[in-house]
């Protein structure tokens, strides 16, 4: 079975993606100082929000000395699989169509964008 994953807030999400866009573990100060332009979060904000994350089984901490190092346990591609299923039923009853309905009409994408998702339709009955 699989295992649930939870909705990230905001800032949980910023600091998510600096870890996936990171290789390896990170520390605090390194996600602090990458979040500096988005975000003036002193470090220990940074600390209760990674804290959390760790809580809610996104992160795995490990103790290095006198700081942590945070490795993700779950993949960007995973949450945004679980985020994009959940983003489509609670808004759109699982419908696809009234999605693409939507945002077409509020002009958030146009006849190009509908020619990329109507070849990679395609491309996906094809295999």
């Known amino acids: 079975m699989k295992r649930e994953i939870k909705r990230l807030g905001d800032g949980e999400l910023d600091i998510m993606q600096v870890i996936w866009g990171t290789e390896g573990a ?3 100060s390194y996600i602090q100082e990458q979040l500096k332009a988005k975000r ?3 470090l220990s904000a940074v600390l209760t929000a ?3 994350l760790v809580e809610k089984g996104f992160l795995s ?3 290095e000395g006198r700081s942590n190092s945070y490795r993700p346990l779950i993949t ?3 949450y ?3 985020e994009s299923r959940s983003f489509l039923s ?4 699982n419908s696809f169509t009234g999605l693409v309905a939507a945002l077409y009409n509020g002009k958030a994408i146009g006849r190009e964008e509908i020619e990329d998702l109507r070849k ?3 491309e996906l009955e094809g295999k």
């Open 26 to 28: 990170v520390h605090s």
């Open 40 to 42: 003036d979060w002193p």
């Open 50 to 52: 990674l804290n959390r």
């Open 61 to 63: 901490c490990e103790k």
């Open 76 to 78: 960007r591609e995973a």
């Open 80 to 82: 945004q699989e679980a």
């Open 90 to 93: 609670r808004l759109y009853g």
């Open 120 to 122: 990679f339709l395609d």
